[in-house]
């Protein structure tokens, strides 16, 4: 795991993991030299992405079309989100506010040795290294979630997304795509399905297709329950 290979970063992570992640939007540079998009091939995102993740996303993204490195760099980024379901411990280095120059060099190298040399370009790399040096390393995960969203965008793909209390089986799971794909939910268009696994919904499904959510958690009934006998007394 990365985190094991970047142990004396991980203590001092574990010391004090709250982020320091800023709220304000990032002076976006351009992550590798520009060159001339792929013929048709349009630069400018195909959804609007919100929060400072999908800032990073869509700039990203443009950069990744300039270069004609827009493949090459999805696959170099889902690698990264793989390590993240790897390393539950990584978003807590990558938060640390104790991280040095040389902690936060460290990390990017380890982190371009797991895509495995599909970076082309360098627009990855560049791009964690503005990261980096912008103490944004902690939204990684969250740009590589953003990016791939703008991806599938790209491919006319929606995305569905079913988070349940505890882990769905496979047979559920296509049950669930496949009653959505025959819905007027689906718009016509390619599903991808994302399963999600939390907790704190108690038990149910809360379904998302694109931008509208069907929530059927016992926690959102409860919390219905609860505004109910509020009102009432």
Not at 126 to 131: A, E, H, P, Y
Not at 172 to 178: K, P, V
């Amino acid at each position: 795991m990365l985190s094991r290979q970047l142990k004396t970063v991980t203590l001092r992570a574990a010391a004090s993991s709250r982020s320091t992640v800023a709220v304000t939007s990032p002076a976006v540079r351009t992550y590798a030299q520009a060159a001339p998009a792929a013929a048709g091939q349009d630069a400018k995102p195909p959804v609007a992405l919100y929060g400072l993740d999908g800032t990073y996303a869509s700039a990203l993204y443009t950069a990744a079309v300039k270069t004609s490195a827009l493949e090459s760099t999805s696959k170099a980024l889902g690698l990264l989100s793989d390590v993240f379901k790897k390393d539950p411990k990584l978003p807590v280095i990558l938060t640390a506010p104790t991280l040095t120059p040389g902690d936060k060099s460290q990390i990017v190298q380890e982190l371009q040795r797991h895509m495995g040399g599909l970076d082309k370009g360098d627009t990855v790399k560049n791009f964690l290294k503005t990261l980096s040096e912008n103490n944004r390393l902690g939204i990684l995960q969250g740009v590589c979630e953003k990016f791939a969203t703008l991806m599938g965008a790209a491919r006319g793909e929606i995305d569905l997304t079913i988070t349940s209390a505890s882990k769905l089986d496979t047979k559920t799971i296509q049950r669930l795509e496949t009653a959505v794909s025959k819905s007027g939910y689906s718009q016509g268009k390619k599903l991808k399905v994302i399963p999600k696994v939390n907790p704190d919904i108690k038990g149910g499904l809360v379904v998302e297709i694109g931008d509208r959510t069907i929530d059927l958690s016992v926690s959102s009934k409860i919390s219905k329950m609860n505004k109910l006998l509020t009102d009432t007394l």
